[in-house]
């Protein structure tokens, strides 16, 4: 059966500036990466696992508790007001962000909650013995284990869509996989490990013709491109914040209305109720039903400046910046002798996974560190990948707008002496 997506009014996005930024001065905003780090100046490679925040996300939290700091939707006196529409002020930020509306769009504290929350609120009502889920083998454990859980609490049964030898989704085989009893398709935008970034509109056109749901893991596209959730034709989509220069613990699950509407509450507590009585609760609307308890008021806030920051360099230009970085991180670690790099997709993130021959990737992590050189090492939560690529870990660099091409020169120096220490 074909789902219609009646149309609804959403908030326009400003419009990007015409011009790029000068990176060099956006760089300074970012007071972390004056630092210097075993006598070095840190060279920070590892926005893929946290993004770094610019001065103005800081000052807003910092401004929320010195001035305006109570709780929401809780008071009638003038701080509870301020918090309540600084809280709710986020909320249309990120839905313009998103192209989707304020109401669609659930608070949480982050990809993995939003997940969960699709997971047991979604699909453990719906889901039963002869239901399949269909997963691809590039996935976060955060967009693994919740499907785990349901499809053992209901007899489901995973289904694994499997990758090309570039690192991209074999699509024919996936779409052999969605058979008549598969009810939900989860996956990533983009690769936390290869950098893939999927063909999401594609997959969820072809998804949405069989009547398939579709779950869409958006952690590591937010910060990087310009999202347009609306026409992804996707049924929920979740991002995180801390990857988007936000402060940690804040995050959002965007679901079509109908499907919100549907979900029972997936935690119990404040403000998500209308009434309670011993003989039984009614529950707020959407998307308040899902946001029990004291929410991180002052991490949104911070979250709604790092929207306005992004939206003010323009994610085009952002992409466009990140493209550069990428292009000459890949050629310059292609003549380092003995260095594999994992993920060949044409359309990549700002994402480098790599080993080197006869030297394992926490020892080359370590020894980059004395060098002053930040970058991730290990399985990257996603160890059905790493057994796929036949290695027990990989080292990853991933660069956002604020690196330069300064740095990477001095990453892959540092990297070449590395080397000869383990040689």
């Given at each position: 059966?074909?789902?219609?997506?009646?149309?609804?009014s959403r908030?326009?996005?400003s419009p990007?500036?015409?011009?790029?930024?000068?990176?060099?001065?956006?760089?300074?905003?970012?007071?972390?990466?004056?630092?210097?780090?075993?006598?070095?100046?840190?060279?920070?490679?590892?926005?893929?696992?946290?993004?770094?925040?610019?001065a103005?996300?800081?000052?807003a939290?910092?401004?929320?508790?010195?001035?305006h700091?109570?709780?929401?939707?809780?008071a009638?006196?003038?701080l509870?007001?301020?918090?309540?529409?600084?809280y709710?002020?986020?909320?249309?930020k990120?839905?313009a962000?998103?192209n989707?509306?304020?109401?669609?769009?659930?608070?949480?504290?982050?990809?993995?909650?939003?997940?969960?929350?699709?997971?047991?609120?979604?699909?453990?009502?719906?889901?039963?013995?002869?239901?399949?889920i269909v997963?691809?083998?590039?996935?976060?454990?955060?967009?693994?284990v919740?499907?785990?859980?349901?499809?053992?609490?209901?007899?489901?049964?995973?289904?694994?869509?499997?990758?090309?030898?570039?690192?991209?989704?074999?699509?024919?085989?996936?779409?052999?996989?969605?058979?008549?009893?598969?009810?939900?398709?989860?996956?990533?935008?983009?690769?936390?490990?290869?950098?893939?970034?999927?063909?999401?509109?594609e997959?969820c056109r072809?998804?949405?013709?069989?009547?398939?749901?579709?779950?869409?893991?958006?952690?590591?596209?937010a910060p990087?491109?310009?999202?347009?959730?609306?026409?992804?034709?996707?049924?929920?989509y979740?991002?995180?914040?801390?990857?988007?220069?936000?402060?940690?613990?804040t995050?959002?699950?965007?679901a079509?209305r109908?499907?919100?509407?549907?979900?029972?509450?997936?935690?119990?507590?404040?403000?998500?109720?209308k009434?309670?009585?011993?003989?039984?609760?009614?529950?707020?609307d959407?998307?308040?039903?899902?946001?029990?308890?004291?929410?991180?008021?002052?991490?949104?806030?911070?979250?709604?400046?790092?929207?306005?920051?992004?939206g003010?360099?323009?994610?085009?230009?952002?992409?466009?910046?990140?493209?550069e970085l990428?292009?000459?991180?890949t050629?310059a670690?292609?003549?380092?002798?003995g260095?594999?790099?994992?993920?060949?997709?044409p359309?990549?993130?700002?994402?480098?996974?790599?080993?080197?021959?006869?030297?394992?990737a926490?020892?080359?992590?370590?020894?980059?560190?004395?060098?002053?050189?930040?970058?991730?090492?290990?399985?990257?939560c996603?160890?059905?990948?790493?057994?796929?690529?036949?290695?027990?870990?990989?080292?990853?660099?991933?660069?956002?707008?604020?690196?330069?091409?300064?740095?990477?020169?001095?990453?892959?120096a540092?990297?070449?002496?590395v080397?000869?220490?383990?040689?």
């Amino acid at each position: 059966m074909t789902r219609n997506h009646p149309h609804v009014s959403r908030p326009m996005p400003s419009p990007a500036p015409a011009a790029a930024p000068d990176w060099a001065a956006v760089r300074t905003d970012f007071p972390l990466l004056t630092r210097e780090v075993n006598g070095k100046p840190l060279i920070y490679l590892d926005s893929a696992n946290t993004g770094q925040k610019p001065a103005s996300v800081i000052e807003a939290v910092d401004d929320f508790y010195r001035r305006h700091n109570a709780n929401v939707s809780r008071a009638v006196h003038v701080l509870g007001t301020e918090a309540t529409d600084a809280y709710e002020g986020a909320r249309r930020k990120l839905a313009a962000f998103l192209n989707v509306r304020a109401d669609e769009l659930v608070l949480c504290s982050g990809t993995t909650f939003a997940l969960n929350l699709v997971a047991y609120s979604w699909a453990l009502p719906q889901l039963k013995a002869g239901d399949a889920i269909v997963l691809t083998r590039m996935e976060h454990h955060a967009n693994i284990v919740p499907w785990q859980i349901v499809a053992q609490r209901t007899g489901a049964t995973i289904k694994v869509a499997e990758l090309t030898d570039s690192g991209e989704l074999d699509l024919d085989a996936l779409y052999a996989l969605l058979t008549p009893e598969v009810r939900v398709l989860a996956m990533t935008h983009v690769s936390n490990v290869l950098g893939t970034v999927n063909p999401v509109r594609e997959i969820c056109r072809e998804a949405r013709k069989r009547g398939i749901v579709t779950v869409i893991d958006g952690s590591q596209a937010a910060p990087h491109r310009t999202l347009d959730v609306a026409s992804i034709g996707c049924d929920f989509y979740a991002i995180t914040g801390h990857k988007m220069a936000g402060p940690t613990g804040t995050g959002v699950l965007w679901a079509r209305r109908d499907l919100l509407a549907s979900m029972p509450p997936f935690l119990g507590g404040g403000e998500m109720i209308k009434e309670v009585r011993f003989d039984g609760t009614v529950y707020n609307d959407a998307p308040h039903r899902f946001e029990a308890g004291t929410p991180n008021i002052a991490g949104f806030v911070g979250l709604g400046a790092a929207v306005d920051y992004l939206g003010g360099l323009g994610m085009d230009h952002v992409e466009a910046r990140e493209k550069e970085l990428l292009e000459h991180a890949t050629e310059a670690l292609s003549q380092v002798e003995g260095l594999r790099i994992f993920g060949a997709a044409p359309e990549k993130a700002a994402v480098v996974s790599f080993l080197v021959e006869g030297a394992h990737a926490h020892d080359l992590a370590t020894l980059l560190d004395l060098e002053g050189v930040a970058i991730r090492s290990g399985q990257h939560c996603a160890h059905p990948l790493m057994q796929k690529l036949g290695v027990a870990a990989t080292c990853r660099a991933s660069f956002a707008f604020y690196n330069t091409h300064e740095e990477v020169d001095a990453f892959v120096a540092a990297l070449r002496k590395v080397r000869m220490l383990l040689a």
